[in-house]
């Protein structure tokens, strides 16, 4: 499966079924924190970046198998509201299952009408606002110069009002870059204009795309929900879960694939046959337990086990 991951577990969504609607790191973004590394086509060109009907094929063959499903989650490893035929790829998904449609995206194509007209159908909309002032937008976003946060927060408010589905938005804190008292307001204003149904709130807890991009503590998360209000929980795993059979076996096969030879997310998906948000999983576990360390060479992020030092 080239377009189809999963299912994963879930904090949020249960078991999900990863759907990929662009190639490797195409989006209007390029986010400090991005576990997936620097964003290698930045672009907010809306085409049918992956064949539609390529993704319908594999994804009609992956629920002909014996799989528990709550979402079919649109997501994967760029943003995916940049395909053209994201709209029609839902509505055939909802003519032949009945599996509920989430979306994750980073909201800033919900400007279009266009856009907000192809996510109706859906069931669940997970946008991002990680920050309310164009500062400090640039800051942990770094989008396209064309994007302006107060269009992003409008078109936000807007789908919210139109939508019958529901609205969780995601906000991604960074140490020191949008945890100030005055971004927290301004998000806080931008909350209330847009009213979803969930503010949900994590940190950097997986390997970013700049060395940089540090967490904020657990006791600083539960402050800035009790600001952001009764809506708000905190979505960011502290701790981790027990893997599964399969998982021990992914995550050996990549631990011996990289003492071999340092490789990026990419080199991992496609030497083991992974997608990249599963590579990424065990990356993080592996990283998590002081195994291995990521390197910058140009535009790419390489992981290589940690070199134990002599006595």
Not at 48 to 54: C, G, N, T
Not at 79 to 92: D, Q
Not at 143 to 155: A, F, Q
Request: a neutral charge.
């Amino acid at each position: 499966m080239q377009h189809i991951y999963g299912p994963v577990s879930s904090r949020r969504l249960g078991l999900s079924l990863g759907v990929d609607m662009v190639p490797f790191k195409a989006c209007n973004f390029d986010c400090i924190y991005c576990q997936l590394g620097r964003t290698t086509i930045q672009t907010e060109q809306r085409r049918e970046w992956v064949s539609v009907d390529e993704v319908i094929d594999e994804l009609k063959t992956t629920l002909s198998s014996d799989h528990k499903i709550d979402y079919l989650t649109f997501s994967g490893s760029g943003e995916p509201t940049l395909n053209s035929r994201l709209g029609e790829a839902i509505k055939t998904v909802k003519r032949f299952t009945s599996i509920p449609v989430a979306v994750l995206t980073n909201g800033a194509l919900l400007r279009s009408a266009e856009v907000r007209e192809e996510l109706m159908e859906s069931d669940l909309i997970v946008p991002s606002l990680d920050a309310a002032s164009q500062r400090a937008f640039e800051k942990v976003n770094r989008p396209l110069p064309s994007i302006r946060i107060e269009e992003v927060i409008e078109g936000l408010n807007v789908f919210k009002k139109i939508y019958q589905g529901k609205v969780w938005l995601e906000i991604m804190l960074v140490n020191g870059v949008n945890d100030s008292p005055d971004e927290l307001q301004r998000i806080k204003e931008a909350i209330s204009r847009i009213a979803p149904h969930k503010v949900q709130l994590n940190t950097v807890v997986r390997p970013p795309s700049e060395a940089y991009a540090l967490p904020i503590t657990r006791e600083e998360m539960d402050k800035v929900k009790v600001f952001l209000g009764r809506q708000c929980e905190v979505i960011a795993r502290f701790s981790p879960r027990e893997p599964t059979p399969l998982e021990h076996q992914q995550e050996k096969a990549i631990w011996e694939f990289l003492q071999r030879r340092p490789a990026t997310v990419k080199d991992l998906a496609n030497g083991l046959g992974l997608h990249p948000n599963e590579a990424i999983k065990f990356i993080r576990k592996l990283t998590d337990a002081g195994k291995i360390e990521a390197i910058s060479f140009g535009d790419n992020r390489y992981y290589m086990p940690i070199k134990k030092k002599e006595k």
